[in-house]
Structures are given as C-alpha cells and as structure tokens.
C-alpha cells in the first residue's frame, strides 16, 4: 500500500524546531562551515597552496608547525594546479583547452583527464593563485548540500541530515586530499544516489532523469575515471538493491537508464579525448594495480586518524610508506556507535542491507580479502583500477549515511548502543593493537619509536574521550537535545581532524617572478630543460615552454624518443614523469646525457637549461652513481665529515678533477659561511673553498678544487667536507651503503655505519656550448647555444614571418616543407591559405607540412579524432533534458500511482 510522499516539510520522524522556525541556518551552515574549517591555517599565517612546495618556483618559504605534508599527493601540485591553471586560462581566453603546449614538446591536456578540462564553472578558480583553497570550500559546500538533500531524501529528520552532511563535508577524504581530482568526483556520488531515490518516485520521474544525467555526466568531466569508476560501482548495487524491492521496476529501470545515457553523452566530448590520448599511449595496457591492497596494519589509521603521526611524514621507513601512504581517507571511531544503531535500525532495513555490502565489499578489496578480489575484479577494468586508494570516499558516504540514521532513532533501545560503544573499543584497541611502535615488525629506532609512540597516545586519546564523552551525552539526554549535542561534538571532532593537515602547511614566500620573466622572455617559442627548479608541469602554470612532463597517460611515440634519444634512466618506468629531479633520474647524469645526446636537445629547440645554483654543465662522475638519499646530517660551523672510498671503473680515462660537489641541502636556502672540500688521491690533495650562501637546496655543491687531483679505478681517495664559519648550519645527505669500501666518519672520528655520502667529480674548464646567463638563489639558467628555432624549413628557400604557436607567414621560392616542433599525433590540422594540408612526422617525433612556392598563410589546430561526433551526442543530451523536463506532467517517464517510500 502507498504511503504519503516524503517532503521536506513532512519527514517521518521528529526534527529541530529550531531548524523548523529557521531553515535558512542550515545552508547557511554549509556555506560557512568549509570556510571556517580552514581557519586554524589564516589564524596561523600558514597555507596548504602547493606552488610553495611543489613548484619548485618560490623562495622565502617558511617552516611548518608539524613536519609532513598538508595534502596527500604531489600531484595536487604537478597536475590538479598547474594545468588545472592553464585550463582556466584557456578557457577565460575562449579556448577548448584541449592541447597543452607547455609540457613536454606538447601534449593533451584534456585527455590527460586530471586537469578536469571540462570541470565547469568549478575548474575556472584555478585561475587564482589561491584557487586551490576556493576549489576545495566549493566542492565541500557541494558535498554537503547534495548530500543533505540525500539524507533527507532518505526519511532522516533535519538535524540528523545536517549532521551528516556536514560530517561529509570534512570527511577523510577531503582531509587528506589524495588527489584533487578526487575530491572534484565525490559531490556527485551522493547526487547519483539522490538521482536513484528520486526514479523510486511518481512525481520524480522528470528530475531524476536530469539528477542521474548530471551527476554521471559530472563524474566524469570532474577528472579522475578511478573514483568516478568505484562511485559508479556502489550507484549500481544501491540501484539494483532498489530495483528488487520496486513494486514497479520498468519505470524506474527506465529513468535511472535514460539518466544514465544522457550523462555518457554530456560527457563524450572529454570521454574522446581521453580515450584518443589512451589509444595512443601505454594506458590500455593492463597494471594489474587492483590486485594489491592495503597492509592489515593500514585499517589503524583508518579507525584512529593520525596514529602513524601526519601526512607523509613516514620517518624514512619503508614500510610505513606502505602502511600509510596507501589510504586515501579514514572513518575515525566516533562515527562507529552511531553507526551500528543505524545498521541495526529496522525502519529502512533495505537501506541497511545495502550500506552493509558495500562497507563489507570495500573493506574486503581495501585489504585484499581473497574471496572479496575475486568477486570484484572480475568486473571489468576493476583489475586496473587503484580501490584500496581512491575507494574511500565511497565507503565514508556509506558512514555518514548511517550515522545520520542512527542520530534519528527516536528509541534505539539499550543493547544496541552499547553494542555501538564495545565495538569502537575493539577498533581502538586493535589500532593500538597494529600501530603498536614496540612490535617487531616495525624496526623502529628509539628516536623514531619515541615520536610514534607520542603520536599513539595523542590520536588514541583523543578519540578515548570523545568516545567517553559521546557515550555519557547518549545515555544522559534523550530526543532532540541528545541529537543535536552529540552531532556538536562529532562536528567538532572532525574539523578539528580536518585542520591538523593545515598544520603541515608553510608560511608563504614570494614567486622567484625575476627567473620566470627572464625565462618567458628569453625561451619564446623554444624550450627549456629544468634539471631541478621549476618543477614538471609549473612551465603550464607559468606559461613558458619545457621539455619536463609528469603526465598520466603520456604519448607512447614521447616515452619512445625520450628512452631512445634522451634518457635512458627512464627505460622501464613508463616515462610518467620526465624530470631529472625524479628517480631514477639525476640532475648529475642528466647533464652527462645533455653532454652525449646534445643534437636531440638542440632538434627539439631546446633553448635554455635550468639546474640548480653552482651546478657544473661539464660532463660529471657520481658516487654512488644512483639511489635516493636516506636521510641529512646536520653540519654546522666547526664540523665535517670524512669518507674513503676506493675508485670504480666509471674513473677510466677521466681527466684530472678540478671541481668536486657534494650533494646538500641548506634548510631552504638559509645556510652561511664557508664550506671546504679537500680531496686526496695517491698522495696527492687538492682544496678548495666556497660561500655557502650561492649554495641550492637540496643539490650538489660544487667547490673549484686547486691543484686538480687524479683519480684511477682501483685507487683509494679521501674527501673531506668542513663548514669552517658561519651562523646557520647546512646538512650533507646521506645515502645508504652496504657492504666494505667505505668509511665514513664525523670530524670527531664517530662512524656512520651503512652510509656514504653523495660526491659528483667535474673536470676543468667551461662547456662552450652553454653560456650561464642568469643565477639567484633559486636557480641558474644556461643558454644551450646551437638549438634549433620552432619553425625551421628545408628544400627551397622561406622567409617566416608573424611566427606564433599556431600560425605564420612562410613566403617560398618553390617547394619547400615546414617542421614545427611540436609533438606528432593525430588530432593535429593544419591549413595553407585555407586549403587542408596533410601534417605528417619529422625527426620521428615532430611535426612538417609541405609548403607551396609563394605566400603561405599557414595555421595548426589540435582536436580529438571523432570529437565531432561527441559533440552532437552532447548537444542531443542536452536537447534530451530539455525535452524532458518541458514535456506536459501527464507524460511523465514512467508514471505510476505508487508514491516515493523512504524505505
């Protein structure tokens, strides 16, 4: 029989008078909320705004109050800022940013998908310095507002709702920020679910075609197919939960559906690009990522945020970057009795069933349950999807939902909040359990055992007394005031987890605008090469052509030159991320590849080359040759270090070394004084010595070494590191050595045992090629004489004029043909006076056209294969809508006489 429809004045169970007499408090609420959740970082003079830490473009940074990250992944940084900035500027400027110029020798920036090209109006605050920090308020107000209306949609009182909706708005997910991308998808995962109650309605039948359409189609333009993939998995088991208890399964199979296609095609423009990009890369291929999980002792920071310290900050252990740096977001135990009571409920026992499975499937692929992988990875493409990571969100709506429901239980009884609280006292104790610093499993050493045993106490005392705190409100109060108290202190709880991030954050230095200039300037329609400032994909940022890339998926036809004719420290890895900064590649041993493979520099108009202070453009010798540093050992005024080390064969037939480097860091450029370096080799000892304050972070440290020294394979040599004066310290990394050879010692004749520290041996005299033209105490930047101009022509001669990134003049004698160095692949146009010319492949990897005899006016243009077609299934979509929601009400999709049941 039909029950009465839910609205949002009529809700089945009791509501805040308040909210009642006042609901405009509650989206007053979730407007405001996000924005004082990030004001622990104001109040501070702290920001969480990546180009201070990942743009490797700043100077004057300031230190944090906790060490660790304020946000999950640097690529928030390399690909959710720097070209999410470029795609709002494209698109201010009345461009489809579908090509970017900036990175690479060109590349998609559509396809590339993480930009969220078509992620409108919310990808246009990217156009803001600060864009970052507005993008994430909006999308929490978003969250929260669809997510209220889910809630109430659901049959839960006000309070309740906004309880939940703003314990969404600051969930893990959103506190830890895993990918920005992430976060662009999760408002549309409760506005599917609302889309899906709303198809169970007779009167919602128009609107929830559009809700369906929208947040499908949302999903997807919001830039990560992961998350939008695992949301898109629990919308169809919520869907076909629904489906079995529907009295009238057609017509609301036929809306969810019809909602569906429509989305697919809002969306087919960005689907074809990135599946044009995909095509011509090496993402087709299986990863086979959905086959690993997350470590059994990862379920600790779950349940008790923050128990292995702050982001990132894994003390340079292995296996707490595999414990920790997996999880992309948490459920704290607070939430866990609430939620038990609304599992148990027994008024939606549908809706119970249908979070139940989720929960019990997405714990069971996070930790790699075999019966659980099984299952799911039999869908398609979910082998290759990264669940343990991206799956959180999902799972953390499934909390919320629950906890709201539990809120509303008028009388949930007595056994079952008590069941509540034991279970959250076994989650804490099995955290504790797992996390515990003195287990074997872990290694830690004292220092490293003292800080996470601190952080232990510190996370699981916190949530000990919330515990304690909620269980004595829930069994003092009753109703209304029971609810609204208990949600306060969980709402307070979990913005006071969402702001510890912000404590990670730095205080704000200022843009190194003198080095940029210079570079935009000087670069034009060439390229430069950052062996270490700049980092990879903050040319797009800041508009200035680079060879660096980080990009996912990357053009196979670009990987294949770059192993080939570039860099082979990349062979195997992918080609991801192409910076000499990244292991496993060296700013030394780039250099030595500069050196050998200049002419494919040059070919690809490689102008200008950017390393760090001090750094040699001389072909180099490093030892060790490769690895990553493990940890720094302060040096201050006064101190040194030793290290004898026998010489490799990499020392045949190299001449005598006039300049020695040590791989340093200055604590953010702030390091002073001397630093002098004495090498000695049979008996023979050069020196030399060096102001600290022309040093780079975090680099080599080059000193002129008087009288040369040489060095044969098989001979022993002893160096010696000394910072003689000054008021601030530096620190020489140490990388980790096993085995004999090598002693390396303190000035007070201490051993480092299983350490040597990193020496890059340079010969005398200059490079002619490259020419220092620019130096601060960021970077310093080279000419790379000799490279070649964008535009270069052969057979008859052209005069090229009005020469831009996409057009020019060419006047021709005869017959001629046009290379432009810009990456090869389909997708690119270009006309001659008008008329279509073929673009085929120079260099094997650039682009030529032919050019007539005579005046050419020539134009390039890049859009996807196929998009047209995309583009009349999205205008058809929206035509669709349109028709839908204007059609006359007694034509409906679908019309029933059954009304909406909540349950």
């Known amino acids: ?21 006042r609901p405009w408090i509650i989206p007053v609420l979730l407007v405001l909320l996000p924005l004082i959740g990030h004001l622990p970082s104001v109040i501070l003079g702290l920001s969480s705004n990546p180009i201070w830490t990942q743009s490797g473009a700043v100077l004057g940074v300031g230190p944090q109050l906790l060490a660790g990250w304020s946000f999950g992944d640097p690529n928030v940084g390399w690909t959710n800022q720097a070209l999410g900035h470029l795609v709002a500027h494209d698109w201010l400027h009345g461009r489809i940013p579908w090509w970017n110029p900036y990175s690479g020798i060109g590349l998609p920036l559509a396809g590339e998908m993480q930009p969220a090209a078509f992620f409108l109006p919310f990808v246009l605050l990217l156009a803001f310095q600060g864009g970052m920090f507005w993008l994430e308020a909006s999308l929490q107000v978003f969250a929260g507002v669809v997510t209220y209306l889910l809630l109430r949609r659901l049959g839960t009182g006000r309070s309740s709702a906004l309880i939940g909706a703003i314990l969404y708005q600051f969930n893990g997910t959103f506190s830890w920020v895993p990918n920005e991308a992430n976060l662009n998808v999760m408002p549309f995962l409760p506005l599917l679910l609302l889309g899906i109650e709303y198809a169970r309605d007779r009167t919602g039948g128009r609107i929830s075609i559009l809700v369906v359409a929208l947040s499908i189609g949302g999903s997807i333009v919001a830039g990560f197919p992961e998350a939008a993939y695992i949301n898109g998995t629990m919308a169809l088991l919520w869907m076909v939960c629904r489906f079995v208890t529907e009295p009238h399964r057609v017509a609301f199979l036929l809306r969810v559906v019809v909602g569906g296609l429509l989305g697919l095609l809002l969306a087919g423009p960005v689907i074809v690009a990135f599946a044009d990009f995909g095509i011509a890369s090496s993402i087709v291929q299986s990863h086979l990522v959905g086959l690993l999980g997350l470590d059994r002792r990862s379920f600790a920071g779950f349940v008790v945020p923050y128990i292995f310290g702050t982001l990132a900050n894994n003390l340079g252990s292995t296996q707490m970057l595999y414990v920790d740096g997996g999880m992309g977001g948490y459920c704290a135990a607070f939430m866990i009795p609430l939620a038990v009571i609304g599992l148990t409920q027994r008024r939606n026992p549908a809706l119970s069933i249908i979070l139940a499975i989720w929960l019990a499937l997405s714990m069971g692929k996070t930790f790699a349950f075999p019966p659980v992988m099984v299952a799911m990875n039999a869908m398609p493409f979910m082998r290759d999807v990264e669940f343990f990571r991206y799956a959180a969100p999902s799972w953390e709506l499934a909390m919320v939902v629950l906890v709201a429901v539990g809120l509303d239980e008028a009388s949930p009884g007595l056994w079952r909040p008590i069941l509540g609280f034991v279970a959250t006292l076994f989650a804490i104790m099995d955290a504790i359990y797992l996390a515990w610093p003195w287990a074997q499993g872990w290694h830690w050493n004292a220092m490293d055992r003292h800080i996470m045993v601190t952080w232990l106490y510190r996370a699981t005392g916190l949530e000990i007394i919330v515990l304690i705190v909620a269980a004595a409100l829930w069994f003092t109060f009753r109703g209304e005031t029971r609810r609204l108290i ?15 991030p912000q404590l990670s954050g730095v205080k704000p230095g200022r843009v190194d605008w003198s080095a940029i200039r210079f570079l935009r300037h000087h670069v034009g329609l060439g390229r430069f090469y950052s062996l270490g400032p700049i980092q990879p994909n903050y040319s797009a940022y800041f508009q200035i ?27 195997g890895q992918g080609g991801i991320v192409f910076w000499p900064s990244f292991p496993p590649m060296q700013e030394t041993t780039s250099i030595n590849d500069i050196n050998s493979d200049g002419r494919y520099y040059r070919f690809l108009g490689v102008n200008y080359i950017v390393t760090t202070p001090g750094v040699t453009m001389a072909s180099t010798v490093a030892v060790p040759p490769d690895g990553s540093p493990e940890r720094p050992m302060p040096l201050n005024a006064g101190e040194s270090l030793t290290v004898h080390e026998t010489a490799s064969d990499q020392f045949t037939n190299f001449p005598p070394i006039a300049k020695l480097g040590v791989f ?17 080799a049979d008996g023979k000892c050069g020196q030399g010595q060096r102001n600290l304050a022309e040093s780079g972070d975090n680099s080599p440290f080059f000193v002129n070494l008087a009288p040369p020294v040489s060095i044969k394979p098989g001979e022993a040599f002893t160096a010696t590191i000394s910072h003689l004066n000054g008021t601030h310290g530096d620190a020489v990394w140490l990388w980790p050595h096993r085995g004999a050879g ?8 201490q051993a480092l045992p299983n350490a040597t ?11 002619e090629r490259f020419k220092s033209v620019y130096r601060d105490n960021l970077m310093q930047i080279w000419r790379n004489n000799g490279a070649d101009p964008f535009y270069t022509t052969s057979g008859a001669s052209c005069h090229i004029t009005n020469a831009t990134f996409s057009r020019l003049i060419a006047n021709c004698a005869g017959r001629a043909t046009l290379v432009r160095r810009e990456l090869s692949m389909a ?3 270009a006309t001659d006076n008008g008329a279509l010319v073929p673009v085929d492949v120079a260099g094997g990897i650039v682009q030529k056209i032919v050019l007539r005899p005579g005046i050419n006016h020539v134009r390039f243009a890049f859009w996807p294969p196929y998009v047209t077609y995309a583009w009349i299934g999205f205008w058809l979509a929206v035509l669709g809508l349109l028709i839908i929601l204007l059609m006359p009400r007694n034509q409906r999709f679908g019309t029933t006489n059954q009304h909406y049941r909540a349950g």
């Open 1 to 21: 029989m039909g029950t009465k429809p839910l609205t949002a004045t009529n809700p089945p169970s009791a509501s805040s008078s308040v909210l009642d007499r």
């Open 486 to 500: 208990l949600g306060a202190v969980l709402i307070v709880n979990t913005m006071g987890l969402f702001s510890i």
């Open 827 to 829: 997708g690119w146009h």
């Open 757 to 767: 520290i990193r020496l890059i041996f340079g010969k005398g005299g200059g490079v």
């Open 664 to 680: 340093q860091g200055n604590f953010n450029n702030t390091a002073d004084g001397i630093l002098s370096i004495t090498l000695c």
């Open 545 to 571: 052509p680079s060879l660096d890339h980080n990009y996912s998926p990357i053009a196979s036809n670009w990987v294949n030159y770059i192993e080939k004719n570039l860099s082979r420290a990349i062979l």
């Open 742 to 749: 090598v002693t390396l010692r303190t000035g007070s004749g």
